[in-house]
């Protein structure tokens, strides 16, 4: 099996920063695009950001010139760095990806990490 594993949220205030990390692990042959995701309760699920095998990305307007995604194929691994945080940036923050594995292709969601944004 596949399992992706979201780390580094936290508390910060208007104005900081964090970066967040997505570890994929099990048989896992390659992986295609990876992606993050956010969700405010009570709202859906919101686009933030994906990066494809070959490094090219794209952003939701909402956090482009403020987050930057990457990720490193060598250890199954992808970043969100976030600068110049506000508070509408408060969320649960999912990452996903489309792994080729076993025998099969799926995607495969992360469990999520709190970002809470204080004013």
């Known amino acids: 099996q596949v399992q992706l594993v979201e780390s580094g949220g936290g508390l910060v205030q208007a104005g900081g920063s964090l970066r967040l990390s997505c570890a994929a692990s099990g048989s896992i042959r390659s992986i295609y695009v990876m992606g993050w995701y956010r969700r405010v309760p009570g709202k859906q699920r919101e686009y933030v950001a994906t990066i494809g095998s070959e490094g090219s990305t794209n952003y939701a307007d909402s956090v482009k010139g403020r987050f930057t995604i990457s990720r490193t194929n060598a250890n199954n691994t992808m970043y969100l760095q976030m600068n110049s945080l506000k508070p509408e940036d408060t969320a649960v923050y999912y990452c996903?990806?489309?792994?080729?594995?076993?025998?099969?292709?799926?995607?495969?969601w992360g469990q999520g990490t709190q970002v809470t944004v204080s004013s």
């Open positions: 996903n990806a489309d792994i080729n594995w076993g025998f099969s292709r799926s995607i495969f």
